[in-house]
């Protein structure tokens, strides 16, 4: 069963604050992690992708990946109203040759 | 340019038609996707496509089927439309195991 698991949200948090945002994969074996994030009305877009253990941070992005755990976050810091939107987890899943997507956490920064 | 185009961006038929919506790809990726996303923004992989294989998930009726012509182009044609097909369908592209990039989406609606 190929599953990747998001909290829908939604979630606020207040303009200037950290969003934290999570999600779990089914597959041991992933290799390729990413974000997208989805304005409405609009396409996917990549924000951040992992593929180590560990944090990658970019700008005001931190993604954070343990796949003992099987979980991977993205911490947005200094959260801004640009920033609300839908995010999207996504895993590499090998055996399926396929990129498989989580439900996405809407997130709402409140000036 | 745009990386990964399709169209039409709107398509409203009726029920029991058949229709197609095209994507094409500039950026020499060996791999084309097509995803749907439902009104819950849930994305669901439906195919993906290399010149040397072609991946269904299996959930997909065979009413929908991809053709393509050629490594730039993958298109979704759709037969007998239901009601329920009522989605925005994304087309995409990458390389196996690196980050997808998404077209612009075409918003069907199926009256």
């Known amino acids: 069963q190929k599953e990747v698991e998001q909290n829908s949200g939604p979630l606020s948090v207040p303009e200037g604050a950290i969003a934290s945002l999570n999600c779990t994969y089914s597959d041991r074996v992933s290799q390729s992690f990413f974000w997208y994030r989805q304005y409405s009305g609009k396409s996917p877009e990549l924000i951040m992708s992992?593929?180590?253990?560990g944090d990658k941070e970019d700008g005001r992005f931190t993604a954070q990946l343990n796949k003992a755990s099987q979980y991977v976050s993205l911490l947005i810091r200094d959260s801004q109203p640009s920033d609300s939107a839908t995010y999207l987890c996504?895993?590499?899943?090998?055996?399926?040759?396929?990129?498989?997507f989580g439900t996405g956490t809407r997130l709402t920064v409140i000036p | 340019d745009t990386a990964v185009s399709q169209t039409p961006k709107y398509l409203v038929t009726q029920m029991g038609n058949d229709k197609s919506i095209k994507c094409e790809q500039n950026?020499?990726?060996?791999?084309m996707y097509w995803y749907k996303q439902d009104s819950k923004k849930f994305l669901k992989i439906m195919f993906s496509y290399n010149n040397k294989e072609l991946i269904i998930n299996e959930t997909v009726p065979n009413r929908f089927s991809p053709k393509s012509p050629d490594k730039a182009h993958l298109n979704l044609h759709i037969n007998s439309l239901e009601l329920g097909d009522s989605a925005v369908y994304f087309c995409?592209?990458?390389?196996?195991?690196?980050?997808?990039?998404f077209g612009n989406g075409t918003r069907l609606t199926v009256t």
């Open positions: 996504a895993v590499w899943f090998p055996g399926a040759n396929n990129l498989f």
């Open positions: 995409a592209s990458s390389q196996v195991g690196t980050p997808l990039h």
């Open positions: 950026l020499g990726h060996d791999t």
């Open positions: 992992i593929y180590s253990n």
